[in-house]
């Protein structure tokens, strides 16, 4: 399924569904005309998370409706709006992006034994076709980062590789967006560059893990204008997912709504020669086969 955050125009948020012919089931309208019993109030995703089978059970019989709105009539917006926590990410987890960073920083490198983790901001949520604010009086070096994210569906501490993935809700796009000068200037941690406001779209949909035959099989591109900076796949992550889970979930719990981005491959725009940053204006598309593309313009962000 293709679960969805989304608004009617001039409405609230509320939650849907893609059924099969690609429009919009809306699950409280559902719910009413179907005669249902709907599991949570289906307002916010991570309510419906936390429902596991009930109410992934639900939104697929859901699904089955004639449906309410095209897609072109409503807009996307990131499948878990408000982040419950920081969003959880794997840095340096393409061997080639290992390594084109270490290049830039010294010519003797090892290669990582264990994942590398940080978080971006709840802020940072942005959906699937909005603006991304580039926060000029803050960062000149505004750069890309396609990426698989994960979202977790069943709660967990210390979860074993071999059932890390049934802690898996699904999966959907994502872009760490990342202001390369802020992430250097503050004793070299990444917190405060991957954190501005609206600098991680997502989406354009959840989608569960019935759809997707291998996460580790699938193609990854980000364009700029056009122009395509990064194409790999995720079969070549040197920590696979179920590694991540396990090495992310010690002593550390993992909650129904939580998101972990995977890492990104090469072609960043910071390791490029010469170095190439986004500018207001800028188109950014970002894309994973099987679940769908993003496109988000660069826009200079109000200063208060």
């Given at each position: 399924?293709?679960?969805?955050?989304?608004s009617?125009?001039?409405?609230?948020?509320?939650l849907?569904?893609?059924?099969k012919?690609?429009?919009?089931v809306?699950?409280?309208?559902?719910?009413?005309?179907?005669?249902?019993?709907?599991?949570?109030?289906?307002?916010?995703?991570?309510?419906?998370?936390?429902?596991?089978?009930?109410?992934?059970a639900f939104?697929?019989?859901?699904a089955?409706h004639a449906?309410?709105?095209?897609?072109?009539?409503?807009?996307?917006?990131?499948?878990?709006?408000?982040?419950?926590?920081?969003?959880?990410?794997?840095?340096?987890?393409?061997l080639?992006?290992?390594?084109?960073?270490?290049?830039s920083?010294k010519?003797d490198?090892?290669?990582?034994?264990?994942?590398t983790?940080?978080?971006?901001a709840?802020t940072?949520a942005?959906?699937?076709?909005?603006?991304v604010?580039?926060?000029?009086?803050?960062?000149?070096?505004l750069?890309?980062?396609?990426?698989?994210?994960?979202i977790?569906g069943?709660?967990?501490?210390n979860?074993p590789?071999?059932a890390?993935?049934?802690?898996?809700?699904?999966?959907t796009?994502a872009?760490d967006?990342?202001?390369r000068?802020?992430?250097?200037?503050?004793?070299?941690?990444?917190?405060?560059?991957?954190?501005?406001d609206?600098?991680?779209?997502?989406?354009?949909?959840?989608?569960?893990?019935?759809e997707?035959?291998?996460?580790?099989n699938?193609?990854?591109?980000?364009?700029?204008?056009?122009?395509?900076?990064?194409?790999?796949?995720?079969?070549?992550?040197?920590?696979?997912?179920?590694?991540?889970?396990?090495?992310?979930?010690?002593?550390?719990?993992?909650?129904?709504?939580?998101?972990?981005?995977t890492?990104?491959?090469?072609g960043?725009?910071?390791a490029?020669?010469?170095?190439?940053?986004?500018?207001?204006?800028?188109?950014?598309?970002?894309?994973?086969?099987?679940?769908?593309?993003?496109?988000?313009?660069i826009?200079?962000?109000?200063?208060?």
């Amino acid at each position: 399924m293709k679960l969805v955050t989304f608004s009617p125009h001039a409405s609230s948020p509320r939650l849907g569904v893609a059924n099969k012919d690609e429009r919009i089931v809306d699950l409280a309208r559902a719910a009413q005309e179907m005669s249902l019993s709907p599991p949570c109030d289906l307002v916010d995703m991570v309510e419906l998370i936390a429902t596991s089978d009930a109410g992934l059970a639900f939104a697929k019989r859901a699904a089955t409706h004639a449906g309410h709105h095209a897609l072109g009539e409503i807009a996307l917006h990131a499948p878990v709006m408000r982040p419950r926590k920081n969003i959880f990410c794997v840095g340096w987890n393409y061997l080639e992006h290992f390594e084109e960073g270490a290049a830039s920083r010294k010519p003797d490198f090892e290669l990582p034994s264990l994942p590398t983790f940080f978080t971006k901001a709840p802020t940072t949520a942005n959906g699937p076709f909005d603006d991304v604010p580039y926060h000029t009086g803050v960062t000149q070096k505004l750069d890309w980062e396609v990426e698989l994210a994960i979202i977790i569906g069943r709660q967990g501490t210390n979860i074993p590789a071999n059932a890390a993935m049934e802690h898996i809700y699904g999966y959907t796009v994502a872009n760490d967006v990342t202001g390369r000068d802020v992430q250097r200037q503050h004793g070299q941690q990444w917190f405060k560059g991957k954190s501005l406001d609206g600098s991680c779209p997502m989406g354009p949909w959840l989608v569960t893990p019935d759809e997707i035959d291998d996460p580790h099989n699938l193609a990854l591109e980000c364009k700029v204008n056009g122009v395509v900076k990064q194409q790999s796949s995720t079969r070549h992550m040197y920590f696979k997912i179920p590694q991540i889970i396990e090495q992310l979930s010690g002593g550390l719990t993992l909650q129904p709504g939580d998101i972990i981005l995977t890492g990104t491959p090469p072609g960043v725009g910071h390791a490029r020669k010469p170095p190439e940053f986004m500018q207001s204006g800028d188109i950014m598309e970002t894309h994973v086969a099987g679940i769908g593309t993003l496109r988000n313009r660069i826009a200079t962000a109000d200063r208060r």
